[in-house]
């Protein structure tokens, strides 16, 4: 279900591209692509908004973010708008009085876009348990969304689109079979959106943190490649970190990406992950990762910043 973000929107997206006709070069491009859940650090000093800040413009064309609070938003639009980069927000939830250590009284905390070229925004709402933010039964007072932009002027052979994600995480308040099928049921969702027009050849880069490992149901609906190695025809995304592990040879491609998330007693899991639909991509010589790293000093967040290059011919 497609909806209008105006609303939300008019407030925080900076400048909007008007066309939408694809960019005119046929030659391949390689996007460079940062992503990272922050967290809402809003109490924090911000020194994980420094370490993203120079990998944004350390080469990069686009860049994605999670659990943003609106108010590091307004100020993270401020300062990319002085090098031409356009920027968008949208609210996943507000936090009441009691969530102060996150964004403050009645902030909003959301996701974001950022593009240094004009965007036009899209936003799919994700269901969970069959229901969408709003309907009669529908659990918590998180929305859940696919946020997406087109960027006509990306020098890429098709028209370049680039998203961003959060998936449901339940925290106790379900079990866990129900965890992992709600996250199912939001990935199938946005494979149903995103295949289509990787299909008509668009060219397209799926961030987000999944609250998924690799091996998991919900990605199952994403990757083009099996637990085992071979290419599942019927799914059109790479990871562009699907080639780290060395047991998987040169034949074979992998679902075992590096971890994104360091917890505090010392175990890791995988989250994070940057994509690239599988159409004028070589999936094993067209994607490229960074050694995924923290960006503040100390780091405020639990996620590692990705930073990603996906050769688009």
């Known amino acids: 279900m497609k909806f209008s973000v105006t609303r939300t929107l008019a407030m925080m997206a900076s400048v909007l591209s008007m066309g939408l006709m694809p960019g005119s070069s046929e030659a391949a491009y390689t996007v460079t692509v940062v992503n990272h859940n922050i967290t809402g650090e809003r109490t924090d000093n911000y020194p994980d908004w420094f370490g993203v800040r120079d990998q944004v413009l350390n080469g990069a064309d686009v860049a994605t973010m999670q659990e943003v609070c609106s108010a590091d938003f307004a100020e993270f639009q401020a300062f990319f708008a002085q090098y031409g980069w356009h920027t968008a ?3 996943m939830s507000k936090y009441s009085e009691a969530d102060l250590d996150k964004c403050g009284v009645d902030g909003d905390l959301g996701q974001v876009l950022a593009s240094n070229r004009p965007m036009s925004l899209h936003s799919y709402r994700l269901p969970v348990m069959g229901k969408y933010h709003g309907e009669l039964g529908y659990p918590g007072g998180r929305e859940f969304t696919l946020f997406c932009a087109d960027v006509p002027s990306m020098p890429t052979p098709g028209l370049f689109t ?3 994600t959060h998936l449901w995480s339940g925290h106790s308040s379900v079990s866990d079979a129900q965890d992992f099928e709600i996250r199912a049921e939001q990935a199938t969702r946005i494979n149903s959106i995103l295949k289509p027009l990787v299909q008509a ?3 397209v880069i799926l961030t987000g943190d999944f609250n998924s490992k690799p091996d998991s149901l919900a990605m199952d609906r994403i990757y083009r490649v099996n637990p085992d ?3 599942n025809t019927n799914k059109v995304f790479w990871e562009v970190d699907n080639s ?5 040879g040169a034949s074979k491609l992998c679902r075992d990406g590096r971890p994104t998330i360091q917890f505090t007693n010392g175990n890791w899991a995988k989250y994070d992950y940057i994509f690239a639909g599988n159409v004028g991509v070589n999936g094993h010589t067209g994607l490229a990762l960074t050694n995924i790293y923290y960006p503040g000093s100390p780091p405020t967040s639990t996620h590692k910043l990705i930073k990603g290059w ?4």
């Open 89 to 91: 927000f949208i609210p």
């Open 244 to 248: 780290y592990d060395p047991i998987c």
């Open 201 to 203: 050849g668009h060219r």
């Open 310 to 313: 996906v050769n688009f011919q």
């Open 229 to 231: 190695g071979s290419v």
């Open 162 to 164: 680039f998203c961003t």
